[in-house]
């Protein structure tokens, strides 16, 4: 996975970073560690990049950055982030099954979305789709992100 990877639907915060970007909320999954909007807009600028731009793949660079973050949130809060349950077999890593949010989160915007299409995107990319397709979250990137992936 290409390290400093932002996509186009995130353009509109990606330069100040005042949002977290995808490719991080991606680490976060991968290291189990819930990071808030307030504790991110905690951090300096530098900070931020090189949480973007650190490695988070193998278990030594998962171990590192988990590491890095949790004594990151401390110096700038003063507590310890909130650790998540790591999934085994996450959805975006199973190229073969289509989940059920992302297909119904296509349907609402008039596309049906295929196994193959499924299969012919990045983990990241899968990532962000199911991301974009849970309830409660604001769903305006996803058609976006759905022709980003040429998709539509």
């Known amino acids: 996975m290409t390290n400093k990877i932002f996509f186009e639907f995130e353009a509109d915060f990606v330069t100040s970073l005042r949002c977290i970007p995808m490719q991080v909320r991606y ?8 990071l808030k909007l307030f504790d991110w807009n905690q951090m ?3 900070e931020r990049e090189a949480l973007v ?8 660079e998962i171990q590192s950055y ?3 973050l949790e004594q990151l949130i401390l110096n ?16 975006w890593m199973d190229s073969t099954n289509l989940p059920t949010s992302v297909q119904e989160q296509a349907q609402e915007i008039g596309i049906t979305l295929t ?6 995107l990045t983990p990241l990319e ?7 397709s849970r309830s409660g979250h604001e769903n305006k990137n996803f058609p976006k992100a759905m022709a980003e992936f040429n998709l539509v």
């Open 27 to 34: 680490k976060l999954d991968t290291c189990g560690i819930k």
């Open 44 to 46: 300096s600028q530098a």
């Open 53 to 60: 731009e650190l490695p988070c793949d193998t278990e030594a």
């Open 66 to 68: 988990s590491q890095y």
């Open 76 to 91: 700038r809060t003063g507590t310890l982030p909130t650790k998540l349950p790591i999934e085994s077999h996450p959805a």
């Open 115 to 120: 196994t193959s299409q499924w299969e012919s």
């Open 126 to 132: 899968r990532f962000a789709l199911i991301k974009l």
